[in-house]
């Protein structure tokens, strides 16, 4: 029997009014709809915000979208309390600014925040800290706020960060703390190479992070890895100005998580500090250093390419004249090459109580000023294979 007529004609209708019906997962927060201003002076904090209240109900796929121009944040916390939703996506096509006033952040301790989300994804954008001041406030005398991380992420997971500008940040560009599965990509870092404290990605707590595609110039670490970091990968990175690519310091703590199975491959070092380095407190501690491999890097004017050091002991407060307990294993370092701005071009500094074991030098060509350049051990096991200039001194 063939259907009524009226009933195919509801039909139809009920068809075509799906198929027009907007997607959830294609819901879009404008900031500049909820009120955000992009003149750079009016503070749209709160705009930001209704917008994660209102992607946080979603039952899709949200986008919270900025336009392009110039947004003064004041101070963010996108939390992840209340929030159901696990697909957000800030998609920024303007700048983020912090306030001119170095005071109003300086003492807060981070300006853009997310704490406990799952899922959050940050694609394009440039944030702007606006730390010129107060660096030249820390610059002549102690007085002054500690500063700002621009942007961290506290306890969260599946989190992606790319395309990302970061620039004039008061201190810390990135802090990635107690997460995991965290993947960021195609970043841009920039401070000057006199800019205190001002790392570029510092991961601590966490397990699960990809570092790639990324350059860094900074006044500190270009990336900085502390307690408790596992699973830690990291490629294609181009460093300098800056400290280089740092464990640590680890062990300030007697009772610290240990850092373990961290890959540092693909990386340009020009005019660092340091390149490849370890740094310990000279303080007893049960932390531990293990599973490392640094590799395919390329040094260039590098004060110090290959370092460990555990006698880290700052203004000689608390920690002289005692050794490290972090104890250090199985670290390689393979296909490493350049220049050394120091005739010292590889220096393990390590523990007397408990020295370094499991250092594998592979293929490693450094020198100093178009001459051989020096190795340098204390408390120092391991191997050497194929051609390792300066010779080894393990």
Known sequence: ??????FLFSMLLFLISI?????????VYNVVKLGAKSDGRTDSSKSFLDAWTAACRSTG?????VPPGRYLLTHALFSGDNCKNTAITFRIDGTLIA??????IGNIKNWIKFEQVNGVSILGGILDAQGSALWACKSKGPNCPLGATSLEFGNSEHVVIQGLTSINSQMFNIVISGCQNVNIQGVKITSPGNSPNT???HVTSSTGVTITRT?????DDCISIGPGTSNLWIEQIICGPGHGISIGSLGRDFKEAGVQNVTAQTVTFTDTENGFRIKTWAKPSNGFVRGIHFQQATMINV??????????CPHEQGCPHQASGVKISDISYEDIKGTSATQVAVK???????PCSGIVMENVNLSYRNKAARSSCSSADGSARGVVQPSSCL
């Open 99 to 104: 306030p001119s006033d170095y005071r109003v």
């Open 1 to 6: 029997m063939e259907a009524p007529k009226s």
């Open 303 to 312: 004060d110090n390419p290959i370092i460990i050091d555990q006698n880290y």
């Open 61 to 65: 796929s949200p986008t919270i979208y």
């Open 215 to 219: 350059a860094i110039r900074t006044g």
């Open 19 to 27: 198929i027009h019906k907007p997607s959830l997962a294609n819901e």
């Open 199 to 201: 790392d570029g990605i």
């Open 348 to 354: 393990f500094d390590c523990s007397k109580e408990k």
